[in-house]
């Protein structure tokens, strides 16, 4: 099949555009607005920029009547949110964080069943997922706001600078690297579809300098 999404109508039942950029990092984020009220919510739109300083991003769409999500209003306002990694043993408790709630609602609220717990950000009073192995601080920079065709298709893309990076120990391995296969993060497909790190492969490309390694390193 061949289709031009800008001008055609999708000739399948569900969009495959979506379905074939993946699997997509999830954005688990914790935000307070200036009030203090704690949210959470995740997003698909997830990635990080560079890694000299580390800079992330997460793009967020409107509602349907125009309303700007609260993760992208208490960022601008409070100047902090927390990425909290998604797992596979979180997946339930993630899934229920995505429900659409009134303003004056936590998602909070609704993940103390799950054995969801809280601690607290380091630079701002923000709550974070205890149980979660890999946290970032991250701090606000600024919103390029991308008009799409419908309120509900124009986002805010949202960038940070990580300031703080929590790591579980016991998933630091003795090379002293992540070990990913024990976390076991979770990734958006489509549809309703999501996907989870149980297996991985090395390859080192050929004639890799020390420019290379000191990337893999985090240093520029």
């Known amino acids: 099949m061949k289709w031009h999404p800008q001008s055609e109508k999708n000739p399948l039942p569900y969009s495959p555009f979506k379905s074939s950029t993946i699997p997509r990092p999830i954005g688990w984020l914790s935000s307070v607005d200036p009030d203090g009220k704690e949210n959470i919510a995740p997003y698909s739109q997830w990635q990080n920029l560079t890694f000299d300083p580390p800079m992330v991003m997460f793009s967020a769409n409107q509602y349907p009547d125009g309303r700007r999500k609260d993760t992208v209003l208490n960022a601008e306002q409070t100047g902090w949110f927390v990425w909290n990694m998604a797992t596979y043993d979180l997946r339930e408790a993630v899934n229920i964080s995505a429900m659409a709630l009134d303003h ?17 950000a380091d630079n701002h009073r923000i709550p974070m997922v205890a149980e979660s192995p890999a946290k970032f601080e991250c701090k606000y920079k600024t919103t390029l706001r991308i008009p799409g065709d419908t309120p509900v298709g124009t986002i805010d893309l949202v960038v940070a600078d990580v300031m703080t990076i929590h790591i579980n120990d016991d998933f630091i391995d003795d090379d002293g690297k992540l070990d990913v296969l024990k976390m076991k993060p979770i990734s958006r497909m489509g549809y309703f579809d999501y996907t989870v790190v149980t297996d991985k492969f090395e390859m080192r490309v050929p004639g890799s300098d020390s420019a290379a390694q000191a990337g893999l390193e985090g240093s520029a």
């Open 104 to 120: 004056d609602e936590s998602e909070w609220s609704h993940l103390e069943d799950q054995g969801v717990t809280k601690t607290y």
